[in-house]
């Protein structure tokens, strides 16, 4: 079965500064899907990125971009010029291409921004 | 567009009970996922329904079910409630449940205790 494992419970970032939350997984598959989501205080889960695992290209969003690394399984989170209102967990998660299994989450990490 | 909403958003009810949550996906999304989020296990995957049919299941006793209308909207029920059942209760919802266009959408949630 597929696993998703963030090793960091929690990290704290300066505002402005640049923060990296990690995430690997494990999977037999080579077709599928990475997320970072987001759950801030009002518990809404809103996703951050997406990586499909046969693109090469790191995914960007704004201020945010991912690290993947297909042959290791890794998928970092990378916030730059980090803000307030970035404070909240951060899930990270998996599915594979063929929707045959569910979205698989971490334990999330939470973000702590300080001012 | 709307996104996804789940209702109600607070529900207080007592062991033994029953409770019925809904949840409307985004207009033309046909793929609905529930999860369970608690502080000890985290997210845990329920059920997810594409097109009135159960497509995967999590690892949830019988008392907890689902199912989808013809209009894409879903619920889900939890019978002879106890108190490990209080949780947050998250809908996520998908224009498919394979693919490319596999990309969940979260409503704000319901949040559950059960007295």
Not at chain 1, 58 to 72: G, L, Y
Not at chain 2, 38 to 43: E, N, V
């Given at each position: 079965?597929?696993?998703?494992?963030?090793?960091?419970?929690?990290?704290?970032?300066?505002?402005?500064?640049?923060?990296?939350?990690?995430?690997?997984?494990?999977?037999?598959e080579s077709d599928y899907y990475l997320f970072w989501y987001k759950q801030p205080p009002s518990r809404q889960m809103i996703l951050v990125i997406r990586q499909e695992a046969y693109k090469q290209q790191?995914?960007?969003?704004?201020?945010?971009?991912?690290?993947?690394?297909?042959?290791?399984k890794s998928f970092s989170l990378k916030i730059?010029?980090?803000q307030l209102g970035d404070a909240a967990?951060?899930?990270?998660?998996?599915?594979?291409?063929?929707?045959?299994?569910?979205?698989?989450?971490?334990?999330?990490?939470?973000l702590s921004v300080i001012a | 567009k709307a996104g996804v909403t789940q209702t109600p958003r607070y529900l207080i009810k007592t062991r033994g009970q029953q409770v019925t949550?809904?949840?409307?996906?985004?207009?033309?999304?046909?793929s609905v996922s529930w999860y369970q989020q608690?502080?000890?296990?985290?997210?845990q995957f329920?059920?997810?329904?594409?097109?009135?049919?159960?497509?995967?299941?999590?690892?949830?006793p019988g008392r907890f079910s689902g199912r989808?209308?013809?209009?894409?909207?879903?619920?889900?029920?939890?019978?002879?409630?106890e108190l490990g059942d209080s949780a947050l209760y998250l809908c996520a919802s998908s224009l498919r449940s394979s693919g490319d266009v596999y990309t969940q959408y979260f409503g704000p949630g319901t949040r559950l205790l059960v007295l």
């Open positions: 079965a597929q696993t998703v494992t963030q090793s960091q419970p929690e990290m704290s970032v300066q505002e402005a500064e640049t923060v990296t939350l990690s995430c690997t997984y494990d999977t037999s790191n995914a960007t969003e704004n201020r945010f971009s991912v690290n993947f690394q297909k042959a290791a730059s010029d980090s967990m951060y899930f990270c998660a998996y599915r594979d291409y063929s929707g045959n299994t569910p979205l698989v989450f971490g334990k999330g990490t939470r | 949550l809904s949840c409307s996906p985004i207009s033309g999304h046909r608690t502080p000890g296990q985290g997210l329920l059920f997810e329904y594409f097109s009135e049919t159960q497509r995967n299941k999590g690892n949830f989808q209308f013809s209009n894409s909207r879903s619920e889900m029920n939890v019978s002879t409630l």
